[in-house]
């Protein structure tokens, strides 16, 4: 059978991958999986470094969801530490996480968008993405890498005139963003319905979290199950579906973008007044689990200190690694021309670049540069 | 929802279990880790899966003379994260794999054996994932 080889460094992802997919004709009968292409060492780098230090170093793990490694690693010390943190960094852990959520999301979706030459899904959501991002500035300073999150609490406190202009952006996503699903609906649907599929046995079988196993009708998400920060103490609904396709995690996504809005709305609302950083002495040896839902499903830390002021292990398991296996699956049976919407569907992290190889059965090889690609899975009937 | 002293006499009935520690979760519940000798950990881990626990990740401790395991489970209807402990020898870093039984543990246990040299029998593919195919050094985890 043919085999397809894409990646290491592939089109459309920023995170190298390598897909090794078996074709018959243009139907997808197998595929493989390659990942460690870039494999940095965090967790060794984090055995040299003061818990201080880590909550930096493991925010840049993710350019997206940034914020999300250093909560997981803070909770997991907090538990060792016994470290109650106050209310209002309670509050405020919530808000950027649920700020980054959006911003994660509606990226997600103007590049599925683009992968399948909907530009005007693309160009619309990035343009409602813009303002979230205006808020991370406001309040952090960043537009990336937040840095707000911090043992005993957050660095950062929320000023009372920040509110207004974080009310008005929410008050802009809760108008439009009803309208941009209706747009992506009608130009997308045809396409994304029925490809990729994720069925609710294999979404448990192979242990994935976040939008793709609630896509595939598995209600599951950290905010509910482990509930942390402020999470107890707000009102908000599990978005799930049920096909398990691509569509399905489309609306997931999108449902989402809604349900944090409607948090964000409340926690600002309910900020409570006080301290931002709880205080605390050594961390005593012993080991904690910290995990919190990142907007690609559930992240988990797992620390072990030994007394000192750096971990003695530090194990992260971001979401991606348990929810790329089931690509094996979801890839099965599709066309070749879906296969990147498909890789996409589970919203690994985003950039461009670089070929794909296609060798045939003869071992012959043909490149393909990213635009031939994407005119491929564009041109697919819509 | 059963409470935690509870939840840890249900596990320690069901599982193999040798040991049952609750350790404190700020503000939520608390964890409960339960530790299980090696040649029983396929059956802790099918016991797990079949109580409607996910399996979240494994963590690799070293220590001097042996490997700690830690099998991260979410048991999602409870809002419980349990994990089971076993251990193995350095000279012999050999364990069953648990991935006949769970599927999704095929990628966690090949990094644990790229990163740390720990051997998983019976695991379907034990290929390099994190290292190159022709990584020849020792695994780079290790402290000795």
């Known amino acids: ?382 | 929802m059963t409470g935690t002293a509870e939840l840890a006499e249900q596990l320690r009935q069901k599982l193999p279990a040798e040991e049952v520690e609750v350790k404190p979760h700020m503000g939520g519940k608390e964890r409960i880790f339960v530790s299980i000798s090696a040649p029983n950990i396929v059956e802790a881990a099918r016991s797990m899966r079949d109580l409607g626990g996910r399996l979240s990740t494994i963590s690799c401790v070293e220590h001097l003379s042996l490997f700690e395991l830690i099998y991260h489970f979410s048991l999602d209807q409870e809002g419980r994260v349990v994990s089971l402990r076993t251990t193995v020898k350095k000279t012999n870093p050999e364990v069953d794999s648990i991935t006949p039984v769970i599927k999704g543990a095929a990628f966690i246990e090949r990094e644990i054996h790229d990163l740390f040299g720990v051997k998983f029998r019976g695991h379907p593919s034990l290929k390099r994932l994190i290292l190159p195919p022709r990584w020849k050094g020792e695994p780079p985890l290790r402290k000795d």
């Not at chain 1, 950027?96 to 959520?101: G, K, Q």
């Not at chain 1, 799930?240 to 995690?249: S, T």
């Open chain 1, 1 to 382: 059978m043919p085999v397809i080889s894409i990646g290491p460094v592939h089109p459309l992802l920023d995170e190298p991958v390598a897909l090794r997919l078996e074709v018959e004709g243009k139907t997808i009968k197998g595929a493989e999986i390659e990942i460690g292409h870039i494999h940095r060492g965090i967790e060794k780098l984090s055995e040299r470094m003061t818990f201080e230090q880590v909550t930096f170093l493991v925010e840049r793990i993710c350019g997206i969801c940034s914020n999300v490694h250093p909560l997981c690693f803070v909770q997991a010390v907090e538990d060792i530490g016994g470290i109650e943190i106050p209310e209002r960094a309670k509050y405020i852990r919530t808000i950027i996480a649920e700020l980054e959520r959006i911003h994660s999301h509606l990226l997600w979706l103007g590049i599925a968008g683009h992968i399948l030459g909907a530009e005007e899904v693309f160009l619309k959501s990035w343009k409602y993405r813009e303002p979230v991002l205006d808020i991370f500035e406001l309040v952090c300073g960043n537009r990336q890498n937040y840095a707000m999150m911090a043992v005993g609490g957050v660095r950062k406190d929320i000023s009372p005139s920040y509110i207004p202009k974080i009310i008005e952006t929410l008050k802009l996503l809760r108008e439009k963003v009803p309208e941009l699903a209706e747009e992506a609906e009608s130009s997308l649907k045809k396409r994304l319905r029925g490809i990729g599929v994720l069925t609710r046995e294999n979404a448990i079988a192979y242990c994935t979290t976040g939008p793709t196993a609630r896509a595939a009708g598995v209600a599951s998400d950290t905010r509910k199950v482990h509930p942390y920060a402020a999470y107890p103490e707000l009102e908000f609904d599990i978005v799930k579906g049920e096909e398990g396709d691509v569509l399905a995690q489309t609306e997931v996504r999108i449902g989402e973008v809604l349900q944090s809005v409607r948090i964000l709305e409340q926690a600002l609302k309910n900020l409570p007044p006080g301290e931002i950083r709880a205080e605390f002495k050594n961390i005593p040896p012993g080991e904690g689990i910290g995990l919190a839902e990142a907007p690609r499903g559930e992240d988990i830390h797992y620390v072990r200190t030994n007394g000192t002021n750096m971990p003695e292990r530090h194990k992260i398991r971001a979401p991606t690694y348990v929810n790329l296996p089931a690509l094996e699956t979801m890839l099965l049976g599709n066309k070749l021309e879906d296969a990147l919407i498909i890789v996409a569907s589970i919203d690994p992290c985003f950039s461009c670049t670089d070929r794909v190889t296609v060798v045939n059965e003869k071992g012959e090889e043909k490149i393909m540069s990213e635009e031939e690609l994407l005119r491929m899975s564009r041109n697919a009937a819509l």
